[in-house]
């Protein structure tokens, strides 16, 4: 299982509708094939200054790839990460075999 997770910051000026936009495009890209979970988180914590966080899961590194290569993600990216999110970290998981 891959458990791909990115936090991030919008840029200031984003508008709540266009934050909402957003967010509402995010969660749909559990609509391509081979996205088994995903998540979309508000940051709690004083830790870090990420704003939000997005998580997903996958049963297996080609789901994974599928779903990077799929053209409504890479839409996504075009329409709304490029001009919306201001830092972002990405890391992705899959269980520790010790």
Do not use: C, T
Request: charge should be negative; avoid cysteine.
């Amino acid at each position: 299982m891959i458990k791909h997770s990115v936090i991030l910051s919008l840029k200031e000026n984003i508008s709540a509708a266009e934050r909402k936009s957003f967010f509402e495009a995010a969660a749909a890209l559990s609509n391509i094939e081979g996205v088994k979970k995903i998540e979309i988180l508000n940051q709690v914590s004083p830790k870090n200054n990420y704003q939000f966080g997005i998580a997903m899961e996958f049963d297996s590194a080609e789901e994974y790839s599928h779903y990077n290569e799929h053209p409504q993600h890479q839409q996504f990216i075009e329409k709304y990460w490029l001009n919306y999110v201001e830092k972002f970290l990405e890391i992705d998981f899959e269980a520790f075999k010790g």
